[in-house]
């Protein structure tokens, strides 16, 4: 019997992660079953439960690419030396994000299906820890950039690194919530208030 690649191993993983992630982008994790699962990507049970358990093992794989997206645009965005300031950092990571068509999705069912995602996590205990500890390697790795921003002497040293880098996290989860929500949020949006903010004379107004 021919062996069968990793390659086309991935490639049937990844149509089935798409067809799931359409379904529960339309009809929500609990409104999609599995049958509704087998009619989308057009393959028998049997092909689906050699890859997936069941829904909540489809739940958190795409779970974790979401998260995953997430930490890799973060990651890309803050390579280069010195870092981005906070304005050009989140839109190099809102774009990454949703300008890479992950899942076969728009932009704002995406979102919306990372939305479902984050509030799986209060019904699922297996889903809030893996969450939980995505968050946690995501705020370390900020924490590192705040620091980057501090060795370059973009940023004050009296602040705690883990307190900017949670706010830069909480921006960038904002503009989620509002895509998925209202859809029409852009990163230029972003980009501009955040210039806005940053431009701020604090000393002038006091």
């Not at 191993?9 to 089935?16: E, P, T």
């Not at 799931?20 to 609990?30: K, M, T």
């Not at 028998?44 to 997430?70: E, M, N, P, Q, W």
């Not at 620091?147 to 602040?159: K, P, S, V």
């Amino acid at each position: 019997m021919a062996r069968v690649s990793q390659e086309h191993l991935d490639a049937r993983r990844r149509q089935i992660l798409d067809g799931a992630a359409r379904c529960f982008a339309r009809d929500g994790f609990h409104g999609t079953s599995m049958q509704d699962v087998f009619k989308e990507v057009g393959l028998s049970a049997g092909a689906v439960y050699r890859y997936f358990s069941g829904k909540d093992d489809l739940i958190a794989a795409i779970a974790g690419d979401a998260v995953g997206g997430v930490r890799h645009a973060f990651e890309e965005a803050a390579r280069t030396t010195p870092p981005p300031t906070p304005d050009v950092l989140i839109g190099r990571v809102t774009r990454t994000l949703f300008d890479a068509g992950q899942l076969a999705l728009d932009r704002q069912a995406y979102a919306g299906l990372i939305l479902q995602v984050w509030s799986e996590t209060l019904r699922s205990e297996r889903l809030g820890s893996t969450l939980g500890e995505a968050y946690g390697g995501l705020r370390a790795a900020w924490g590192e950039l705040v620091e980057a921003y501090r060795a370059n002497g973009m940023l004050r040293t009296d602040l705690p690194a883990d307190h900017v880098a949670r706010t830069l996290i909480a921006t960038a989860q904002g503009f989620i919530v509002q895509l998925a929500l209202f859809g029409d949020m852009e990163p230029e949006v972003l980009e501009d208030g955040l210039r806005g903010l940053m431009s701020m004379d604090v000393q002038r107004a006091s």
